[in-house]
């Protein structure tokens, strides 16, 4: 139905009112404004017609296809995973920070304590100064000068006679008693060439047939560990024999 | 002087080699004569050999320390009388 089937709307002077045709309503209705306009209501389509908002959509249409959005979409949710810079990875720093803030870089302090192990092994001389005892290996020493070596004398010898009889291996040395931590002994026989008095020397058990030989005026000289205490035994071969013994 | 002897025990039962290496001591101890002189040694065997040498060993101190021992004093030679009445 249309407009012209119905009657319209007048004021209140009976005069016509400006008003439009509600077609739903099949009726005239007055026709309402605000803010001194009318209200207008636009078909579907009719104001995108306009030439700007053409060109504007067309090039949204050309960036924006479906390949493309959905790579943005791919996109977007990985970056959804991610932490950045939340609280949970700023405390993980912060972790990290102290501890790394409690350590000694280099400090005073650690200067000061590696000063001190230095000055312990070094003498006022300047040699370092090792207390512990070389490793075990295959490393070739070179010449070495040792300080205080035992195997030298350390103290004044003794000299002295000794009498040697058959049949009994006496312990042969120059004083009162066996020095004590000798490092060497020499024994003369002192027999003469014309006696030829023989006598062995050796362990407790020498006997005259049993020993090393000492000719007559012979000299035997014998070194000992002086942390070692060996006893020497001599005993003549035949005839009671006087030997020179020097023990240092 | 005293003189102690001291030899090593071996029992019948040890070793051979044991019973060959055994050994006893002698010492010597001169304080009896205010000397102060304490000597010892050892011998090869037992208290028989040390017997036998223990009197060579201490010829051989006061030998050896002689400076040590009090020298018996050498008696002054009697002067001759001279009997000259006599001979004349």
Partial sequence: MNGSTRRIR??????PAPQYFNSDEEQYEYLEGADGASKVMAEEGKIADLATLKTFLEVLGTTAD???????????KNLKG????TQTTLEAARVLLETISGLDFAEETTLDA???????IKSTDGIKKITDALPAGT???GEVVISGDETLPSSAPVTGMKTLVPGVAAEVFAGASRKANRVAMMIRNLSKYSEAYRLRFGESSVSDTKGFVLEPQSVVVLEFNPKVATPIYAIPETNTVQVEVYEV | MKKTITAQEVSKSSDALEQLKRTASVQIDFSGEGVGLLAETSVGGGEEEALKYAPVFEKDLRENYKELFPQPELEEPKEMIEEVGEKK
């Avoid at chain 1, 991610?82 to 810079?85: G, L, N």
């Avoid at chain 1, 590696?114 to 312990?120: D, W, Y």
């Fill in chain 1, 10 to 15: 007048a004021d209140a002077h009976g005069k």
């Fill in chain 1, 66 to 76: 479906a390949d493309s959005l959905n790579t943005m979409i791919g996109l977007l």
């Fill in chain 1, 139 to 141: 490393n070739e020493i």
């Fill in chain 1, 82 to 85: 991610k932490d950045f810079a």
């Fill in chain 1, 114 to 120: 590696l000063k001190t192990v230095i000055e312990s």
